[in-house]
Antibody, heavy 120, light 110 residues
Framework: QVQLVESGGGVVQPGTSLRLSCAAS????????MHWVRQVPGKGLEWVAI????????YSADSVQGRFTISRDNSKNTLYLQLNSLRVEDTALYYC?????????????WGQGTLVTVSS | QSALNQPASVSGSPGQSITISCTGT?????????VSWYQQHPGKAPKLMIY???NRPSGISNRFSGSKSGNTASLTVSGLQAEDEAVYYC??????????FGGGTKLTVL
């Protein structure tokens, strides 16, 4: 079955870096765009970034632009999010999500999330 | 990009129908038919309920329906059931090639 498993979260200090991974299985990873979405515990969802199926098109939210970088390795069926210059307000549960199709909206599969805590 | 505007909460009794609104601008909801709705139960990942304004993924009950008029999208849940109690989020594509969520609406089944 379609499955996404995030990893790489943890407790880090402000200003440091972290790389999140999302291992995909059960579908042809290389043919779907992928998203990162985050959620502060007890708060709403915030879209973070998207990468096209081939990695050639990348877009991110203003709140993370210049600090976070989305990438993918289709040979490893893995999605990444590089988090640099972390701030306290980046503390959240980070989800990876599969685009339902390469045209149109909807994320039809989500991981369980990996928690990033930024604290001094 | 500002978050889409949703009411903080709605409620209804079992069997009744409720509608959740999601208001954006001509740069997001009004400009594209790429509005999705997600259901999230406590401690769980979001679940796709509606995509591209009014389409249901396989396995989603036809009690859930979506629509759009101008800059406002809506999710209607008919025949309310206890398991529908959750937080619902709308999501739209934007003119900046990014995506934006609404703040979420807590649905309470009385």
């Amino acid at each position: 079955q379609v499955q996404l498993v995030e990893s790489g979260g943890g407790v880090v200090q402000p200003g440091t870096s972290l790389r999140l991974s999302c291992a995909a299985s059960g579908f042809t990873f290389s043919t779907y765009a992928m998203h990162w979405v985050r959620q502060v515990p007890g708060k709403g969802l915030e879209w973070v970034a998207i990468i096209s199926y081939d990695g050639n098109h990348i877009y991110s939210a203003d709140s993370v632009q210049g600090r976070f970088t989305i990438s993918r390795d289709n040979s490893k069926n893995t999605l990444y999010l590089q988090l640099n210059s972390l701030r306290v307000e980046d503390t959240a549960l980070y989800y990876c999500a599969k685009a339902r199709a390469n045209y149109g909206g909807g994320n039809d599969c989500w991981g369980q999330g990996t928690l990033v805590t930024v604290s001094s | 990009q500002s978050a889409l505007n949703q009411p903080a909460s709605v409620s209804g009794s079992p069997g009744q129908s409720i509608t959740i609104s999601c208001t954006g601008t001509s740069s997001d909801i009004g400009g594209y038919n790429f509005v999705s709705w997600y259901q999230q139960h406590p401690g769980k990942a979001p679940k796709l309920m509606i995509y591209d304004v009014s389409n249901r993924p396989s396995g989603i009950s036809n009690r859930f329906s979506g629509s759009k008029s101008g800059n406002t999208a809506s999710l209607t849940v008919s025949g309310l059931q206890a398991e529908d109690e959750a937080v619902y989020y709308c999501n739209s594509y934007t003119s900046s090639s990014t995506w934006v969520f609404g703040g979420g609406t807590k649905l309470t089944v009385l």
